[in-house]
């Protein structure tokens, strides 16, 4: 059975046999080195009796795939495409941000594909459901190769139609408890951009997940008090922390975890929470639905993770 949504949010359909995913760069450009990362994904689609659509070239911009206009223009003619069930990002980087403004987004309701990716992603995921559309959080082609066979048998789990059920080891900061609600997030750098902005959904009664890469500990701390100073850790109805790793300064991610524990604890003592859940930029990347109603069980034996069903 599929996974339920949040009233107000709309979820695509489940992508047929012989529909399309087409593959879409809303931000960086790909690397030079795409050919059998390509037929990787053309493999993959086809296991599961889908087709995959790859463009033969990408613009080019700078470090992005194009100017801005020419990726809404890319978008736009997928979202044309009689065959398109899924629009999968590349990769991630940066660069989603300035599409916003100019996201076509009536015609994205008109044809409900899923948007599938993360990372700097985050930016348009959220936009969506600001708008009341759901879409999936999940490995991108990119990192494909690195990427753990489970999480991309979820990733088909949802695209077919299913709801997966996810479970994770305790950490030792964890703060048990069980919690009801609907499921938003990904990389924190990015959702804190939103802040403020027309495209920032609200967090509050949401299991809000986050992730992050690449960030100094200090920044981290920033990132935390700016969302809980917009949207109060404590009206959370729960919390899951994914990766949190690669710090510039070399700071292991128990360290980071620590960080983090300690905020958390400070401005939501009551808040369930649970660390090193299987979400960002490592292999163990689960597939998140954005807008899902799930429930978050965190006790001594670890964390599980259960969409509920329609």
């Known amino acids: 059975m ?19 995913i087409a ?27 889908w087709q995959c659509f790859i463009p033969p070239s990408f613009s080019s911009f700078h470090a992005f795939a194009g100017t801005a206009t020419e990726r809404i223009r890319a978008l736009q003619s997928l979202l044309a495409h009689p065959q398109v ?14 599409l916003l403004e100019d996201f076509p987004i009536e015609q994205w ?17 959220l936009y969506l459901i600001k708008q009341g559309i759901a879409s999936l959080h999940a490995p991108m082609p990119s990192v494909l190769h690195n990427t753990h066979p489970d999480a991309l048998r979820h990733l088909a789990t949802f695209l077919q139609g299913g709801a997966p059920v996810y479970t994770a080891p305790a950490h030792p900061l964890q703060q048990a408890g069980e919690a009801e609600g609907c499921l938003i997030g990904g990389n924190l ?6 802040i403020g902005t027309p ?37 959370l109805r729960g919390l899951i922390i994914g990766a949190v790793s690669r710090s510039p300064d070399g700071e292991s991610q128990e360290y980071l975890y620590k960080r983090i524990a300690e905020i958390v604890q400070q401005k939501a003592p009551h808040l369930p929470f649970c660390l090193g859940f299987p979400v960002g930029h490592e292999n163990q990347n689960y597939p998140m639905l954005q807008g899902a109603m799930v429930r978050l069980s965190i006790h001594a034996q670890g964390c599980t993770l259960s969409f509920q069903l329609q």
């Open 199 to 235: 495209f920032m959904p609200e967090l509050q009664d949401c299991i809000l997940f986050i992730e992050e890469v690449g960030e100094h500990s200090y920044a981290i701390d920033r990132m935390l008090h700016h969302l809980h100073y917009a949207f109060p850790l404590h009206r």
């Open 109 to 125: 309701r008109k044809k409900m594909p899923w948007l599938i990716g993360f990372s700097d992603l985050t930016a348009l995921q």
């Open 85 to 98: 069930a899924a629009i999968w990002a590349v990769r991630g980087g940066y660069g989603s941000y300035h």
């Open 2 to 20: 599929a996974a339920r949504v949040a009233p107000g949010i709309q979820c695509p359909a489940p992508v047929p046999a012989a529909h399309t």
């Open 23 to 49: 593959l879409w760069a809303a931000a960086f450009a790909p690397s030079q080195d795409t050919t059998a990362r390509w037929k990787a994904i053309e493999q993959w689609c086809r296991q599961h009796a």
């Open 189 to 194: 750098a990015v959702l804190c951009s939103l």
